[in-house]
Protein backbone atom coordinates (compact mmCIF):
# COMPACT_ATOMS: atom_id res chain seq x y z
CA UNK A 1 0.00 0.00 0.00
CA UNK A 2 2.78 2.17 0.94
CA UNK A 3 4.37 1.22 -2.50
CA UNK A 4 1.70 2.91 -4.36
CA UNK A 5 1.18 5.99 -2.41
CA UNK A 6 4.66 7.08 -3.03
CA UNK A 7 4.28 6.22 -6.74
CA UNK A 8 1.19 8.34 -6.36
CA UNK A 9 2.79 11.32 -4.94
CA UNK A 10 5.98 10.71 -6.97
CA UNK A 11 3.89 11.36 -10.13
CA UNK A 12 1.99 14.15 -8.85
CA UNK A 13 5.36 15.85 -7.90
CA UNK A 14 6.32 15.23 -11.84
CA UNK A 15 3.00 16.60 -13.40
CA UNK A 16 3.59 19.86 -11.09
CA UNK A 17 7.07 20.30 -12.35
CA UNK A 18 6.69 19.70 -15.80
CA UNK A 19 3.32 22.03 -15.37
CA UNK A 20 5.70 25.09 -14.13
CA UNK A 21 8.34 24.17 -16.91
CA UNK A 22 5.67 25.16 -19.30
CA UNK A 23 4.32 28.00 -17.79
CA UNK A 24 8.02 29.11 -18.08
CA UNK A 25 7.90 28.67 -21.66
CA UNK A 26 4.97 29.99 -22.60
CA UNK A 27 5.68 33.03 -20.73
CA UNK A 28 9.20 33.67 -22.46
CA UNK A 29 7.92 32.96 -25.77
CA UNK A 30 5.06 35.70 -25.23
CA UNK A 31 7.60 38.32 -23.56
CA UNK A 32 10.19 37.86 -26.25
CA UNK A 33 10.06 40.82 -29.24
CA UNK A 34 7.85 39.24 -32.30
CA UNK A 35 10.20 40.09 -35.44
CA UNK A 36 7.75 41.88 -37.99
CA UNK A 37 7.23 45.73 -39.58
CA UNK A 38 4.86 46.48 -36.30
CA UNK A 39 7.60 46.53 -34.42
CA UNK A 40 9.66 48.60 -36.34
CA UNK A 41 10.35 52.30 -34.37
CA UNK A 42 8.80 54.67 -36.96
CA UNK A 43 11.61 57.29 -36.36
CA UNK A 44 14.32 54.87 -38.25
CA UNK A 45 12.27 54.13 -40.94
CA UNK A 46 14.26 55.68 -44.08
CA UNK A 47 13.59 58.68 -45.64
CA UNK A 48 12.56 59.31 -48.90
CA UNK A 49 13.02 62.38 -51.07
CA UNK A 50 12.24 63.94 -54.26
CA UNK A 51 15.45 64.30 -56.09
CA UNK A 52 15.57 67.10 -57.55
CA UNK A 53 13.67 69.24 -54.60
CA UNK A 54 13.84 67.15 -51.50
CA UNK A 55 9.88 66.90 -51.04
CA UNK A 56 9.31 63.80 -48.92
CA UNK A 57 7.32 61.26 -50.79
CA UNK A 58 6.46 57.84 -50.27
CA UNK A 59 8.24 55.55 -53.00
CA UNK A 60 11.58 55.65 -54.54
CA UNK A 61 9.46 55.35 -57.85
CA UNK A 62 8.66 58.51 -56.81
CA UNK A 63 11.68 59.72 -56.00
CA UNK A 64 13.07 59.56 -59.55
CA UNK A 65 10.55 60.97 -62.05
CA UNK A 66 12.37 61.55 -65.38
CA UNK A 67 13.06 65.45 -65.03
CA UNK A 68 12.02 67.63 -68.10
CA UNK A 69 13.40 71.27 -68.48
CA UNK A 70 10.89 73.78 -70.12
CA UNK A 71 12.29 77.09 -71.36
CA UNK A 72 9.77 80.01 -70.46
CA UNK A 73 10.06 83.48 -71.54
CA UNK A 74 9.43 86.81 -69.24
CA UNK A 75 9.16 88.92 -71.87
CA UNK A 76 6.22 91.87 -70.55
CA UNK A 77 4.10 90.99 -73.63
CA UNK A 78 3.99 87.37 -72.44
CA UNK A 79 2.90 88.09 -68.88
CA UNK A 80 0.62 86.73 -67.64
CA UNK A 81 2.61 83.45 -67.31
CA UNK A 82 1.14 79.98 -66.96
CA UNK A 83 2.36 77.23 -65.37
CA UNK A 84 5.61 78.40 -63.39
CA UNK A 85 3.87 77.98 -60.22
CA UNK A 86 4.07 74.46 -60.15
CA UNK A 87 7.98 74.26 -61.03
CA UNK A 88 10.22 72.23 -58.81
CA UNK A 89 13.41 73.90 -59.90
CA UNK A 90 13.77 77.00 -61.53
CA UNK A 91 16.65 78.75 -62.47
CA UNK A 92 16.44 82.75 -64.12
CA UNK A 93 19.12 84.79 -65.91
CA UNK A 94 19.27 87.29 -68.12
CA UNK A 95 18.80 87.60 -72.09
CA UNK A 96 18.86 90.03 -74.86
CA UNK A 97 17.41 93.57 -73.49
CA UNK A 98 18.32 92.49 -69.89
CA UNK A 99 14.91 89.91 -70.20
CA UNK A 100 14.88 87.72 -67.84
CA UNK A 101 14.23 83.90 -69.08
CA UNK A 102 13.68 81.17 -67.16
CA UNK A 103 14.11 76.95 -66.93
CA UNK A 104 11.60 75.47 -65.31
CA UNK A 105 12.25 72.07 -64.16
CA UNK A 106 8.95 69.90 -63.41
CA UNK A 107 9.35 66.49 -61.83
CA UNK A 108 6.15 66.08 -59.59
CA UNK A 109 3.71 64.57 -61.66
CA UNK A 110 0.88 66.92 -60.85
CA UNK A 111 -1.56 67.95 -63.96
CA UNK A 112 -0.32 71.55 -65.24
CA UNK A 113 -3.08 72.03 -68.54
CA UNK A 114 -0.72 75.36 -69.29
CA UNK A 115 3.05 76.14 -69.10
CA UNK A 116 5.22 78.55 -71.15
CA UNK A 117 5.24 80.68 -73.35
CA UNK A 118 7.60 78.46 -74.69
CA UNK A 119 10.94 79.91 -75.79
CA UNK A 120 14.40 79.53 -77.14
CA UNK A 121 17.09 77.75 -76.30
CA UNK A 122 20.65 79.85 -75.49
CA UNK A 123 24.17 77.88 -74.26
CA UNK A 124 24.47 78.98 -70.55
CA UNK A 125 21.14 77.34 -69.75
CA UNK A 126 22.32 74.25 -71.78
CA UNK A 127 25.09 73.95 -69.12
CA UNK A 128 22.65 74.20 -66.21
CA UNK A 129 20.62 71.90 -67.44
CA UNK A 130 22.78 69.12 -68.44
CA UNK A 131 23.88 67.55 -64.98
CA UNK A 132 19.62 66.34 -64.76
CA UNK A 133 19.92 64.65 -67.97
CA UNK A 134 16.68 66.38 -68.90
CA UNK A 135 13.74 66.04 -71.60
CA UNK A 136 14.36 69.86 -72.74
CA UNK A 137 11.65 71.29 -74.62
CA UNK A 138 12.47 74.75 -76.26
CA UNK A 139 11.69 76.87 -79.60
CA UNK A 140 14.48 77.04 -81.40
CA UNK A 141 17.10 78.75 -79.88
CA UNK A 142 20.28 81.14 -80.41
CA UNK A 143 22.92 79.83 -83.26
CA UNK A 144 25.61 79.26 -80.32
CA UNK A 145 23.27 77.32 -78.71
CA UNK A 146 21.70 75.12 -81.26
CA UNK A 147 25.40 73.97 -82.78
CA UNK A 148 26.33 72.89 -79.47
CA UNK A 149 23.42 71.40 -78.20
CA UNK A 150 23.61 67.92 -79.65
CA UNK A 151 27.27 67.83 -77.54
CA UNK A 152 25.02 67.78 -74.49
CA UNK A 153 23.85 64.91 -72.74
CA UNK A 154 20.10 66.45 -72.91
CA UNK A 155 16.93 64.69 -74.99
CA UNK A 156 16.21 67.74 -77.16
CA UNK A 157 12.41 68.23 -78.14
CA UNK A 158 12.70 71.33 -79.94
CA UNK A 159 9.32 72.83 -81.22
CA UNK A 160 10.97 73.46 -84.51
CA UNK A 161 10.94 68.95 -85.27
CA UNK A 162 8.27 67.93 -82.25
CA UNK A 163 5.24 70.29 -82.84
CA UNK A 164 2.87 67.42 -81.58
CA UNK A 165 3.97 68.44 -78.00
CA UNK A 166 3.14 72.11 -78.21
CA UNK A 167 0.45 74.13 -79.18
CA UNK A 168 -0.31 77.94 -80.21
CA UNK A 169 -2.71 80.08 -78.23
CA UNK A 170 -5.04 81.81 -81.16
CA UNK A 171 -5.32 84.50 -78.12
CA UNK A 172 -1.51 85.52 -78.13
CA UNK A 173 0.47 86.73 -80.39
CA UNK A 174 3.55 85.35 -82.17
CA UNK A 175 6.25 84.25 -80.59
CA UNK A 176 4.40 84.54 -77.45
CA UNK A 177 2.36 81.96 -78.00
CA UNK A 178 3.39 78.59 -77.54
CA UNK A 179 3.03 76.13 -74.97
CA UNK A 180 2.67 72.97 -73.48
CA UNK A 181 0.91 71.00 -70.99
CA UNK A 182 1.63 68.17 -68.30
CA UNK A 183 -0.33 65.70 -70.31
CA UNK A 184 1.88 66.20 -73.70
CA UNK A 185 4.78 66.46 -71.44
CA UNK A 186 4.16 62.71 -70.30
CA UNK A 187 3.24 61.53 -73.81
CA UNK A 188 6.74 63.08 -75.00
CA UNK A 189 8.46 60.88 -71.85
CA UNK A 190 6.27 57.88 -72.87
CA UNK A 191 7.26 58.36 -76.73
CA UNK A 192 11.10 58.90 -76.40
CA UNK A 193 11.46 55.84 -73.79
CA UNK A 194 12.23 58.23 -70.98
CA UNK A 195 9.79 56.45 -68.15
CA UNK A 196 13.11 54.77 -66.25
CA UNK A 197 14.21 56.18 -63.09
CA UNK A 198 16.11 58.90 -63.31
CA UNK A 199 20.12 59.30 -62.64
CA UNK A 200 21.62 62.44 -61.72
CA UNK A 201 23.05 64.60 -58.83
CA UNK A 202 20.97 65.80 -55.68
CA UNK A 203 21.55 68.54 -53.12
CA UNK A 204 21.58 67.74 -49.57
CA UNK A 205 17.88 68.68 -47.44
CA UNK A 206 17.03 69.12 -43.91
CA UNK A 207 13.52 69.42 -42.03
CA UNK A 208 12.03 72.17 -41.27
CA UNK A 209 12.50 74.27 -38.30
CA UNK A 210 9.99 75.08 -35.39
CA UNK A 211 7.79 77.73 -36.75
CA UNK A 212 8.42 79.64 -33.31
CA UNK A 213 12.18 79.45 -33.96
CA UNK A 214 11.26 81.25 -37.14
CA UNK A 215 11.98 85.64 -37.40
CA UNK A 216 9.34 87.76 -37.42
CA UNK A 217 10.05 90.27 -39.85
CA UNK A 218 12.78 89.73 -42.68
CA UNK A 219 13.84 92.22 -44.90
CA UNK A 220 12.75 91.88 -48.59
CA UNK A 221 15.54 90.30 -51.20
CA UNK A 222 15.33 92.31 -54.36
CA UNK A 223 17.18 91.39 -57.55
CA UNK A 224 17.06 94.61 -59.93
CA UNK A 225 16.82 92.77 -63.60
CA UNK A 226 15.29 96.19 -64.32
CA UNK A 227 14.37 99.40 -62.62
CA UNK A 228 10.90 99.03 -64.54
CA UNK A 229 9.05 96.01 -65.33
CA UNK A 230 11.74 93.04 -64.12
CA UNK A 231 12.70 94.51 -60.79
CA UNK A 232 12.47 91.02 -58.51
CA UNK A 233 11.24 90.97 -54.85
CA UNK A 234 11.32 88.08 -52.66
CA UNK A 235 9.38 88.56 -49.54
CA UNK A 236 9.28 86.27 -46.65
CA UNK A 237 5.98 84.46 -45.59
CA UNK A 238 6.64 83.00 -41.83
CA UNK A 239 3.10 81.31 -41.61
CA UNK A 240 4.05 78.99 -44.72
CA UNK A 241 8.04 79.23 -44.36
CA UNK A 242 8.43 80.09 -48.14
CA UNK A 243 9.37 83.76 -49.94
CA UNK A 244 6.56 84.88 -52.41
CA UNK A 245 7.16 86.29 -55.87
CA UNK A 246 7.00 89.78 -56.92
CA UNK A 247 7.81 91.62 -60.69
CA UNK A 248 7.11 94.65 -61.19
CA UNK A 249 5.75 95.73 -57.68
CA UNK A 250 2.63 93.08 -57.34
CA UNK A 251 2.77 89.87 -56.89
CA UNK A 252 3.90 87.94 -59.46
CA UNK A 253 0.34 85.68 -60.62
CA UNK A 254 -0.35 83.10 -63.72
CA UNK A 255 -2.75 83.24 -66.22
CA UNK A 256 -4.76 81.10 -63.30
CA UNK A 257 -4.09 83.57 -60.28
CA UNK A 258 -2.01 81.21 -58.41
CA UNK A 259 1.08 82.93 -57.07
CA UNK A 260 4.66 82.43 -57.54
CA UNK A 261 6.36 80.84 -53.71
CA UNK A 262 9.61 79.36 -53.07
CA UNK A 263 11.26 77.19 -49.95
CA UNK A 264 14.66 78.48 -51.31
CA UNK A 265 16.00 81.48 -52.98
CA UNK A 266 19.37 81.35 -54.04
CA UNK A 267 21.10 84.63 -55.45
CA UNK A 268 25.04 84.00 -57.40
CA UNK A 269 26.92 85.93 -58.66
CA UNK A 270 28.45 84.90 -62.66
CA UNK A 271 30.28 86.81 -64.88
CA UNK A 272 28.56 88.00 -67.85
CA UNK A 273 29.86 89.24 -72.01
CA UNK A 274 27.33 90.71 -74.06
CA UNK A 275 28.44 88.76 -78.04
CA UNK A 276 26.88 90.82 -80.37
CA UNK A 277 24.62 93.75 -81.34
CA UNK A 278 21.64 91.56 -80.73
CA UNK A 279 22.68 91.70 -76.85
CA UNK A 280 23.10 88.08 -76.83
CA UNK A 281 25.04 86.74 -73.60
CA UNK A 282 27.68 84.70 -72.67
CA UNK A 283 27.01 83.91 -69.10
CA UNK A 284 30.13 81.93 -67.11
CA UNK A 285 28.51 78.77 -65.75
CA UNK A 286 31.58 76.61 -64.27
CA UNK A 287 34.25 77.29 -61.59
CA UNK A 288 33.08 79.31 -58.75
CA UNK A 289 31.50 82.62 -57.42
CA UNK A 290 29.79 84.58 -54.59
CA UNK A 291 26.31 83.31 -53.61
CA UNK A 292 23.22 83.43 -51.51
CA UNK A 293 21.13 81.01 -49.38
CA UNK A 294 17.92 82.86 -48.37
CA UNK A 295 16.38 79.87 -46.37
CA UNK A 296 13.85 80.07 -43.18
CA UNK A 297 13.98 83.70 -43.45
CA UNK A 298 17.39 83.49 -42.75
CA UNK A 299 20.71 85.10 -45.14
CA UNK A 300 23.81 82.38 -45.66
CA UNK A 301 26.59 84.11 -47.32
CA UNK A 302 27.71 81.65 -49.78
CA UNK A 303 30.10 80.16 -52.54
CA UNK A 304 28.79 78.64 -55.66
CA UNK A 305 30.95 76.10 -57.19
CA UNK A 306 30.21 74.10 -60.48
CA UNK A 307 32.92 71.95 -61.46
CA UNK A 308 31.86 70.92 -64.83
CA UNK A 309 28.93 70.72 -67.21
CA UNK A 310 28.08 68.03 -66.38
CA UNK A 311 27.82 68.68 -62.44
CA UNK A 312 25.57 70.27 -59.94
CA UNK A 313 25.93 73.96 -58.81
CA UNK A 314 26.87 73.66 -55.37
CA UNK A 315 26.36 75.63 -52.38
CA UNK A 316 28.73 76.35 -49.45
CA UNK A 317 28.82 78.75 -45.98
CA UNK A 318 31.77 80.61 -45.41
CA UNK A 319 33.03 76.98 -43.21
CA UNK A 320 33.27 75.27 -46.74
CA UNK A 321 29.95 73.16 -45.72
CA UNK A 322 27.61 72.68 -48.07
CA UNK A 323 24.10 74.32 -47.33
CA UNK A 324 21.21 72.19 -46.31
CA UNK A 325 18.06 73.45 -48.15
CA UNK A 326 14.34 73.15 -47.35
CA UNK A 327 12.92 70.12 -49.11
CA UNK A 328 10.39 72.68 -51.89
CA UNK A 329 10.26 74.65 -55.18
CA UNK A 330 14.28 76.29 -55.36
CA UNK A 331 14.70 79.53 -57.58
CA UNK A 332 18.30 80.39 -58.61
CA UNK A 333 18.40 84.24 -59.65
CA UNK A 334 21.48 84.68 -61.92
CA UNK A 335 22.98 87.83 -61.98
CA UNK A 336 26.47 89.45 -63.22
CA UNK A 337 27.17 91.51 -60.42
CA UNK A 338 26.56 92.15 -56.73
CA UNK A 339 25.53 95.56 -57.14
CA UNK A 340 22.12 93.50 -58.96
CA UNK A 341 21.04 92.62 -55.60
CA UNK A 342 19.79 94.40 -52.37
CA UNK A 343 18.33 93.03 -49.00
Given at each position: MKKILY???ALLFIIVLAGCTLVKL??????????GFNNINS????VIRRKLDGVKVSSEAEANLYPVAVMVENNE????????????LVIEAITEADIPRFVAFFVNNEDINKIGPVRSARLYYLDWIEPYKPLYMHVGGSPEALSKLKSYDIVN????????????????????NVYTSSDLIKQALTDKNLNQPA??????YKDDPVKDTLPDQVSDIIINYS???????WQYNKDENNYIRYQQNDIDKMENGEWIKARNVIVQVNPMKVLDDLGRKRITTTGE?????????????AKWQKDATNKITRYFDNNAKEIELNGGTTWIEVIPNEDYLRY
Amino acid sequence: MKKILYFIFALLFIIVLAGCTLVKLLNYKINQPQLGFNNINSAEEKVIRRKLDGVKVSSEAEANLYPVAVMVENNEEAWPLAGLDKANLVIEAITEADIPRFVAFFVNNEDINKIGPVRSARLYYLDWIEPYKPLYMHVGGSPEALSKLKSYDIVNLDQFFNDQYYWRDKWRYMPHNVYTSSDLIKQALTDKNLNQPADYETWQYKDDPVKDTLPDQVSDIIINYSQTYYKVRWQYNKDENNYIRYQQNDIDKMENGEWIKARNVIVQVNPMKVLDDLGRKRITTTGEGKAWVFRDGQTIEAKWQKDATNKITRYFDNNAKEIELNGGTTWIEVIPNEDYLRY
